[in-house]
Each structure stands twice: as structure tokens, then as C-alpha cells.
């Protein structure tokens, strides 16, 4: 994977024509969408898959006989066997959909946890997890006497101390979940190696791919993890839809996690029998048209190359690096190196919510807050960062624009 190019200058013009949105002018500037660890944008085949759908397809999956129904089923089937592939999944009976890995990591919580986590037991997290991976937990542990422990991140420059995981894998811990690439420090772990430990102590993993499945390629039985959960949007597919990754043993130590129409067999006045995996675990209507477009999406990052983006992410994440860190006052998060395509930074005192405004006015979409990271922020002793994240359609001159307009916000603020 490391060997991988990243785009030629015509690669990246080739990839940024098939995404419609990022022609246009904001606040009298041309854009420079820098916020895709927020969201990413989509190109025209995945809109493209939507308004198709809609045209000619639309019908509820899995209950009708007539063609339109059996088309819908079809599509969104054939996106179950899709997402197998993507993941390096064994059968598609291990891929279930969701909401996103918000929903995803929520479903292990009520599906796996309530079953499978007592009081007393353990769940390992890391400092630098998402809300979505650490609140799910903490309504868990609560509700069952369980306590929460976390591997440690070394300050600033945002990496894992493993030096104790041994020891933190040590009973009572039961589950340990991680992410992937933090959304806030560009932090690529290595979460394969984090899984080896935790099977050698028959210890349940679950990854947050969240921000790495649409940028890397990623293999569910290479990392070895029990449960992956991504989210579509960040991968230039829909909102509202996401997939969960359950390996078969454990998907069968679960219980449903919502009731309703389509994860059922039989149903009594009383009494009913679950439908068989993945189905159990896919309550009502379906987001039909977003699954059957997130097909698109993963054939259009296939198409370029996940290997490729990864290494253009690297590329732009090191440029962007290099070229912030020569901003004076300028304090920044993450590893110097082998980062992924996301920078957070400080710009001396000037809150982070300024300069998101002052760069919109400019075109430039960063991100300013806590990214969902608050009890990170805490732990680094600052309130937000600024954010600028990059995926397949970033260029350096983009990079260079961002910093032109971050050095003028200091002229402004007289930083
Ligand atoms: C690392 C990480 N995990 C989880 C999430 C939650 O994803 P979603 O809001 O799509 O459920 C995000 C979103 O920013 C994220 O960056």
C-alpha cells in the first residue's frame, strides 16, 4: 500500500470534474472545500445512482413481487455483497446497514454489550475516540455496573501510548473499541496490531473506520477486528446510511436492536421469532435509495484506488504540515509524520470559530470546534481547534490557498 503514487496534477483535474459541487464561487471566491472529515462531497455517479433510483426503481425491498419491488431488492442486495468486498467481509451475512457509525457502534452497544457485558467487566476505549465511540459506552457501563478505561494519548503529538495495553487487556476488560484515524489529530493507529493483543487476551474489538474506510484501503479479516462500522457520507456516498461489520460468531451472540417490520420470521400476539443475520439486525423500511447509491460510491473509489488516495491524503497531510507549521504562533496536533489528510491547529489565541468565519468569507470551508472530541480537547488543555481536512479532490494549490488566507488572519488578528 505504501508504494502506491499519489494523482498527477491531470489525475486530480480528472477526479475533480466528476464532482459537480466543488465548481463554484463562495462569497466571491472559488471554493476550497478543506471540512471532508466533517462530510465529503459526492460525484456525479453517486447522485447520478439516486436520482436513477428514484426515476425509475423506487419500491419498499424485500416484501413485493412486482418488478419495481424486485429491482429495489435486487440493488439493495447487491450493495450487501458490494460492501463485503470492500471490507474483505467472509459472506455478505456479515454486513448489516445502519444509520452510520454513529448507529453502528450504538447497535454493538444494545446488541453485543447488553448481552455479553456484566457488572463489574471492563471496556477499554482510547483517549482519543469520537463521541459516538465513548457515549455509547458510557450509557452501557452505567446500565450494567461496567467501568470504562482508556489507552492513553501522548499530548500533542496525538499518538497512542501502548506501552500498557497488555496490562489495560487484562481482565475484567471484555471489549476493546478503537478507532481507526482520529477526525481530530490525523492519527493513524495501528489498529491490526491493537486487535492481535486483544485476541491473544480474548478480548471483543471493534474498529471506528469512520474516517479511514473511504481513504485507505481497509480489510476487516487483516486487521482482525470482531466489528467495523463506517459511515457512507465520509466515503463520497449518502447520508443516513452506514455499514456494520460483525463477524458471524459474534453477530450470533446478539440479541436485535430494534423491533419491527423485516427482522422477524413469525410473529404471535405474544411471541416472535427473529429473522435470520443479517436481517434481524435491519428493523423497517430501509434507507433504500442511500444503500443502493453507496454501491456507486464504493465502485468510484475502487475505480481510483484506495491504495492512491491514501497516498495523496499522506501527501497533502504532510504538505499541509510542513507548510503550517512555518505560520509563527502556530500550535499543531497530530504526528509529524505518517499522518493521514487531517490538520488541527491553533492559530496563538485566535479562537478557532474566528478563523472558520474569517475563511469562509474567503471560500475557505475549514472546521473550527471540538470535533466531537471534547474530552480529547480537555486532555490537551485547549477548548477547539481549527481543522482543515483533505481527501481525493485536494490540491496543493488548495493547501497553499488556505495558508495565504490563515496568514492574512493573523495579519487581521495581528497575532
Ligand atoms: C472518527 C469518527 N467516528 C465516528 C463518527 C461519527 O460518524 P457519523 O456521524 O457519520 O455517525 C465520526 C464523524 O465525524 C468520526 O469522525
Redesign the pocket.
Known sequence: MDKAAPFSDAEIEKIRSDFPILHQQVHGHPLVYLDN??TSQKPRVVIDALVNYYTRDNANVHRGIHELSNRASNAYEATRGRAAKFLNARTSDEIIFTG????GINLVAAGWGLNNINAGDRILLTEME?H??LVPWQMLAERVGATLAFVPVTGDEGVLDLSTLEELLKPPTRLFSM?HI??SLGTVNPVAEMCAKARQAGVVTIV?A??SAGHRPVDVQEIGCDFLAL?S??MCGPTGV?VLYGRMDQLKRMSPYQGGGDMISDVDYLKSAWNKIPYKFEAGTPNIADVIALHSAMDYLDQIGRDRIAAHDRELGAYAYERLSALPGIRLFGPKHGRAGVTSFLLADVHAHDVVTFADQRGVALRGGHH?NQPLMKKLGVSSTSRASFYLYNTRAEVDRAIEVLAEIQKFFAV
Open positions: 472529515a466533517a452510520g457509525t454513529t448507529e469520537h459516538s465511540n478507532v482520529s477526525n471506528d469512520a474516517q459511515s457520507h465520509k452506514g466531537c
